[in-house]
């Protein structure tokens, strides 16, 4: 079994850019969080992704948005980009429902670096 | 505001060494626990995890964790580390309860360094 897939691994981009990172889940996987990790920071939850609804929402800007398809793969999105925003971006998926208790499978993540 | 605290950032240890890497959380409620391991240049990857019944949860690679209720805790041991258990491990929460689906809460990290 395929495991998550973020694509691009890495990216460079410019203050006051946008940018779209991709998550392909583990196949059969319904649920998708979106974690943003920085040396300072660590791991911070942004988002989770659950049938094409954003059902939990972390402590991030309104410039931080995502969506899901009805495949189940996720984009994330973040406008007018700032310094601070570089990080490396994780995707996880898990079996989704309602249960808290299914682990969460992590993709190698995307590296943005913000110039 | 809930949160995760390791207490070690930076572990190192001698091939054959036990290991304990300290967990707390702050949430009186009901949690899931996990611990994580990021191997240099690898995805984090499931360790173990606790969901209720027996607190002794035993995981992949010879790792087990204790889950204390009364103390908040979720430590992480090992008898006998190899030089291959070099990473940073991770603990995380989840908090029961349908508003908090897919929302796991971090520890800040440690990093484990085997010398051989």
């Known amino acids: 079994k395929a495991g998550v897939t973020q694509t691009p691994r890495y990216l460079i981009k410019t203050r006051g850019q946008q940018v779209t990172l991709s998550c392909s889940p583990i196949?059969?996987?319904?649920?998708v969080s979106w974690y943003q990790q920085t040396p300072g920071q660590g791991l911070q939850f942004l988002f989770e992704?659950?049938?094409?609804?954003?059902?939990n929402k972390g402590n991030f800007p309104g410039r931080f948005s995502g969506r899901q398809f009805s495949n189940s793969r996720s984009e994330m999105n973040v406008s007018t980009l700032e310094l601070g925003d570089s990080a490396l971006y994780l995707c996880?998926?898990?079996?989704?429902?309602?249960?808290?208790?299914?682990?969460?499978?992590f993709g190698d993540g995307t590296r943005l670096s913000i110039l | 505001a809930q949160s995760v605290s390791q207490h070690n950032h930076h572990v190192i240890l001698s091939e054959a060494a036990s290991l304990e890497l300290g967990c707390n959380y702050s949430?009186?409620?009901?949690?899931?626990l996990f611990w994580y391991v990021q191997y240099p240049g690898q995805h984090l990857q499931l360790l173990l995890k606790?969901?209720?019944?027996?607190?002794l949860v035993k995981g992949i690679k010879g790792f087990e964790a204790e889950f204390i209720k009364s103390k908040f805790s979720f430590n992480l041991r090992k008898p006998s580390v190899q030089w291959s258990d070099t990473a940073e491990y991770f603990c995380?929460?989840?908090?029961?309860?349908?508003?908090?689906?897919?929302?796991?809460?971090f520890g800040q990290g440690t990093t484990l360094q085997v010398k051989p």
């Open positions: 196949s059969g996987h319904r649920s």
């Open positions: 992704y659950f049938s094409e609804t954003q059902r």
């Open positions: 949430y009186g409620g009901t949690v899931n």
């Open positions: 606790y969901f209720s019944g027996d607190p």
């Open positions: 996880a998926s898990s079996l989704g429902g309602w249960q808290t208790n299914q682990p969460q499978h």
């Open positions: 995380a929460v989840i908090l029961r309860g349908s508003s908090n689906t897919g929302k796991l809460i």
